[in-house]
């Protein structure tokens, strides 16, 4: 399903089956750079519900949903390429990812976010912990 935002000429799409990995790491390159394995990224993004922002044939923002169908679903991620910042586009990847999930969201947020989501209905609620480990190749 896609939507155009008047505003801003963003076309927006729920679930978008189409999205290649050499967009989303366009993307991910330009908010996180670092090295990625492409056949790595292709799974990922096939487990996820992905939500996209185009600026004509452009990738601007991507946020994804990971989840069990029932118990828990969260987002790994919201990336919008800086330059298009400050837009809305990440408040209207959020809400379509609302409506598109199929449970509550549960994510976290990084230090200075959480009025961002705050403002878009979401509460603080548990504490996140993580333990890393070095992305395979």
């Known amino acids: 399903m896609a ?3 008047s505003k801003t000429e ?3 799409i729920v679930d ?3 999205l290649t990995v050499e967009d989303f790491l366009g993307l991910a ?3 996180w750079p670092g090295s990625y394995n492409e056949e790595r990224t292709h799974d990922a993004l096939a487990k996820t519900i992905n939500v996209t922002a185009w600026d004509e044939d452009v990738l601007v923002g991507c946020a994804r949903i990971l989840s069990d169908g029932y118990f ?3 987002i790994p991620e919201i990336l919008v390429n800086p330059d298009y ?3 809305g586009i990440g408040k209207r990847l959020m809400e379509l990812a609302w409506e598109v999930s199929p449970t509550s969201l549960f994510f976290g947020a ?3 976010n959480g009025e961002f989501f705050e403002k878009l209905g979401y509460t603080k609620s548990m504490q996140s912990y993580s333990k890393r ?3 395979l190749k």
């Open 3 to 5: 939507y155009l935002s």
């Open 10 to 12: 963003i076309k927006y």
């Open 16 to 18: 978008d089956e189409d």
């Open 29 to 31: 390159q330009k908010v």
């Open 72 to 74: 828990f679903g969260t």
């Open 85 to 87: 910042q400050r837009n």
């Open 110 to 112: 990084q230090s200075g």
């Open 133 to 135: 480990k070095s992305r």
